[in-house]
């Protein structure tokens, strides 16, 4: 079945900074990865997702890269904010299994 | 539009206890699934179901069971807990169009077993 890699397990950058976080599955029939940000005792929220006919996706600060060769993808967040410091969940739709695997998430920390 | 909602927040339960954990969506999505959220493990699908009547399991489904009698709840239930399901569980939604689609989270339920 799918499994999900996430690197690293915490990130701390200075504000303005730029932030990468890793993601590697296993599956090559996965064709769906979103990005989930979780602030401290709340729900995932859904930030941005890829699906496996486009490289790339912008939407003003945050990015996503996939390469499907590789099978890993990334999350860019440009010129972090405070309140960007939350932790990160990427997640692949495992297509043998049918449903979504998630990584083991990365706490990301932004210092002013 | 409430979106996805779960009912309790919050539980303490003793050992062999039953209980059961209530989310209910307001946008007419098809698909449901309940996943626990456990420290350093991310979120993982206990089970998980694709329309009305309809259940199917996920990755870690042994000890739970779950219902789906109409469209816009889907229950989680606890026949005997155990101290190993103290976690933080999560419901979420999709639509029917395929079930690689954005999912939405409810609050959570944070669970003790004592």
């Known amino acids: 079945g799918e499994n999900v890699e996430q690197h690293p397990s915490t990130l701390s950058v200075q504000e303005g900074d730029s932030a990468v976080i890793k993601c590697t599955y296993s599956?090559?029939?996965?064709?769906?990865f979103p990005w989930y940000k979780q602030e401290l005792g709340k729900r995932p929220q859904l930030i941005i997702d890829?699906?496996?006919?486009?490289g790339e996706k912008k939407d003003q600060r945050i990015a996503v890269t996939l390469n499907k060769t590789a099978k890993h993808f990334s999350l860019h967040i440009t010129e972090t904010q405070p309140e960007d410091s939350a932790v990160y969940f990427c997640?692949?739709?495992?297509?043998?299994?049918?449903?979504?695997?998630f990584g083991k998430g990365t706490k990301l920390s932004v210092k002013p | 539009n409430a979106g996805v909602t779960q009912t309790p927040k919050f539980r303490v339960l003793k050992t062999g206890q039953s209980m059961t954990l209530l989310c209910a969506q307001d946008?007419?999505?098809?698909?449901m699934y309940w996943y626990r959220q456990d420290p350093g493990m991310g979120l993982r699908l206990i089970h998980y179901?694709?329309?009305?009547?309809?259940?199917a399991k996920g990755e870690v489904p042994d000890g739970y069971n779950v219902s789906r009698l109409k469209k816009q709840n889907f229950l989680l239930g606890l026949e005997s807990a155990a101290p190993s399901q103290t976690s933080v569980y999560f419901c979420?939604?999709?639509?029917?169009?395929?079930?690689?689609?954005?999912?939405?989270f409810g609050d959570g339920t944070r669970l003790s077993i004592l």
């Open positions: 997640a692949a739709f495992g297509g043998s299994q049918g449903n979504l695997i």
């Open positions: 599956d090559s029939a996965s064709n769906y």
């Open positions: 890829i699906r496996s006919n486009v």
């Open positions: 946008m007419n999505h098809e698909y």
């Open positions: 179901s694709v329309g009305e009547g309809t259940t």
């Open positions: 979420a939604s999709n639509t029917g169009t395929g079930l690689n689609q954005p999912q939405h």
